[in-house]
């Protein structure tokens, strides 16, 4: 059976196949992460390419999309239903990219490297362009630039996208947009020259074409030092008040986040015992921070790899082997960083642990939908759950109320969704620190658990505490407290929020004991490493950016203080790193001679 969006652009092809919508330019499609949109290129591929059309070109954002589109013309069951026998190929600004099949994939990036090959080839046959994920490309920029003359030549636009607003707030090119209220916002009217299909989160679960989102939020304290060597700390992240991008830093910088970790793999590990298929995915704020993971995930024996687009021929290695289930070579976890994206395809994904600090809500709502992908080959859906781990600040909140809520015909831009701290995810590997944060330690504090629905059904601290104790007490595990809760309302069993009926909430083997009150925080020696690394990660940087001779910056430190930092005092480094703040900002300069420089 074909999904609701499926079914409506199939109708709306064949209408198009007996000569109605005559002006019709665009077919914009809203589709929920997850819902099945890429289907649709295989339907209008079906019903259109003949009389009405030559050839298909699909455009992707990253090439690991490319081969999974390739692959959606293969599948036996849509040739069948669909009655086609088309077929497309890859191709990276190939000449003759069709090369005799009914169309070719390309990227982005591809047709900005060269905009000429793909306007010559629309101009020898009749094309339909789709444009996949087109919130890639921002309205006036260089891909738009590069894409304008290969759209503006084609028979027909499909535009399809699972998020329709950019990370950065700004316009998504080919869109149209207007005022509202004072405020502008996409335009999703259709009119003749414009047809749109939605098909929105609600729609999917009914359809059970995705599988219900359960979450466990951590909160946590931690403790910093800022630019000016003051020492910092909050008792929540969400009494953080302007701080709080510098206190999830520094948490997920910190203990907190093996902490949090651990939390996922138990109870990933948990729920395998149920479900064989079973996989988790772990999606870090860097390359070193994930390198750190799959160290931390395999000392407990268990197969984890990572996939990085630093590392992109090997992470789509890595991520073909992730989506291997029972064979040798299989890897159950994965720990990645901005690959957590469009094209990480993996329905047998249960849980996922959210340890970075990127508070865009579309990067988040896709990171989101890797588990939320109903697995056709594992569990009834009935039995199938995704769980996500997350730390319980202010900012991930507000993205997850903003999904639970319906799509409404008018889609605004939302700035205040975007951390600026934090890196554009589609432009960088790592997301961005907050400048001149020494991240001194932190600990998972308290717990709650919630579902992604329209209510946002969330227990408070003390409710999830007590389930858990519960849980633990008669060996219940593979669920959210969430789940267990609803399945004891269903028995007309009402639960206390007493705190005291739960006692402490012991995890297992895997998470550490929650810090409790009275605790120290970091070592002496655990903090002195900390600033000497981010002094000597300063000088480094410092010499980078000024062209200055390796070395230049520790020369300085040394004459300033006329002492070794590793002899120095957590006081004595405190002055070191104020000094150097003040005196040798990192910013890039014009270059200076490879001589001795002080400032």
């Keep these: 059976m074909l999904r609701r969006h499926q079914a409506e652009l199939l109708a709306l092809c064949e209408e198009i196949q007996q000569g109605q919508h005559s002006e019709l330019q665009d077919i914009l499609c809203s589709v929920t992460p997850g819902g099945g949109k890429s289907t649709l290129p295989l339907i209008a591929a079906a019903r259109l390419i003949g009389e009405y059309a030559d050839k298909l070109c699909w455009i992707v954002p990253r090439l690991s999309l490319q081969r999974q589109a390739e692959f959606e013309f293969l599948k036996t069951v849509f040739r069948r239903r669909l009655n086609h026998r088309h077929e497309v190929r890859q191709s990276t600004n190939d000449l003759d990219p069709s090369r005799g099949l009914s169309g070719y994939i390309t990227t982005y990036q591809a047709v900005a490297q060269n905009p000429a090959l793909h306007v010559h080839e629309f101009s020898r046959y009749r094309y339909i362009v789709v444009l996949d994920e087109p919130h890639h490309v921002e309205e006036?920029?260089?891909?738009?630039?590069?894409?304008?003359?290969?759209?503006?030549?084609?028979?027909?636009?499909?535009?399809?996208?699972?998020?329709?607003?950019?990370?950065?707030?700004?316009?998504?090119?080919?869109?149209?947009?207007?005022?509202?209220?004072?405020?502008?916002?996409?335009?999703?009217?259709?009119?003749?020259?414009?047809?749109?299909?939605?098909?929105?989160?609600?729609?999917a679960l009914t359809e059970r074409a995705i599988i219900p989102l359960f979450f466990r939020h951590f909160d946590a304290r931690a403790e910093w030092m800022n630019g000016s060597g003051e020492l910092r700390s909050a008792e929540t992240l969400n009494s953080a008040g302007k701080e709080a991008a510098q206190a999830l830093y520094t948490a997920l910088s910190t203990r907190y986040a093996y902490q949090l970790l651990d939390a996922a793999v138990q109870d990933w590990q948990a729920h395998k015992r149920e479900n064989p298929r079973s996989k988790l995915l772990v999606v870090a704020a860097s390359t070193a921070a994930a390198r750190e993971y799959v160290r931390h995930v395999k000392q407990a024996g268990i197969a984890a790899d990572i996939a990085t687009s630093l590392e992109s021929e090997q992470a789509l290695r890595n991520i073909e082997r992730f989506r291997k289930v029972g064979t040798p070579d299989a890897v159950d976890v994965l720990v990645t960083v901005q690959m957590a994206y469009e094209g990480l395809d993996v329905p047998s994904i249960t849980h996922l642990a959210c340890l970075t600090h990127i508070r865009s809500r579309p990067w988040i709502e896709q990171m989101f939908a890797r588990a939320t992908r109903y697995d056709s080959q594992g569990p009834a859906y009935e039995q199938q759950a995704a769980y996500a781990y997350v730390p319980d600040d202010p900012l991930i909140m507000r993205i997850i109320r903003d999904l639970a809520e319906e799509q409404e015909p008018f889609i605004a831009r939302h700035d205040q969704n975007v951390v600026r701290s934090s890196a554009n995810p589609n432009e960088n590997e790592d997301a961005a620190a907050p400048q001149f944060i020494v991240p001194c330690d932190s600990a998972v504090t308290r717990q709650r658990a919630s579902v992604l629905s329209e209510d946002v059904d969330a227990l408070s601290y003390e409710e999830t505490q007590t389930i858990q104790a519960m849980m633990a007490r008669h060996g219940v595990v593979g669920l959210s407290p969430v789940q267990l809760k609803r399945v004891l309302a269903d028995a007309g069993v009402h639960l206390s929020n007493d705190a005291s009926v739960g006692g402490d909430f012991k995890s297992g083997e895997v998470l550490p004991r929650p810090v409790v009150e009275g605790e120290t925080m970091a070592t002496a020696s655990e903090r002195e490493q900390r600033l000497r690394q981010a002094i000597q990660k300063h000088c480094n940087s410092v010499d980078r950016l000024r062209h200055w001779e390796h070395g230049t910056s520790n020369r300085l430190v040394l004459e300033q203080f006329g002492k070794s930092r590793e002899m120095m005092t957590i006081e004595e480094l405190t002055t070191v790193w104020q000094w150097l703040q003040r005196t040798q900002p990192r910013q890039r300069l014009p270059a200076f001679p490879r001589t001795r420089v002080y400032s």
């Design 140 to 203: 006036g920029g260089a891909w738009e630039r590069a894409l304008a003359p290969v759209v503006e030549q084609a028979t027909l636009r499909i535009l399809m996208s699972g998020t329709l607003e950019r990370a950065n707030g700004r316009r998504i090119a080919f869109f149209p947009y207007r005022l509202r209220d004072g405020v502008e916002h996409l335009d999703l009217t259709p009119d003749s020259g414009t047809s749109v299909i939605r098909y929105s989160r609600a729609q």
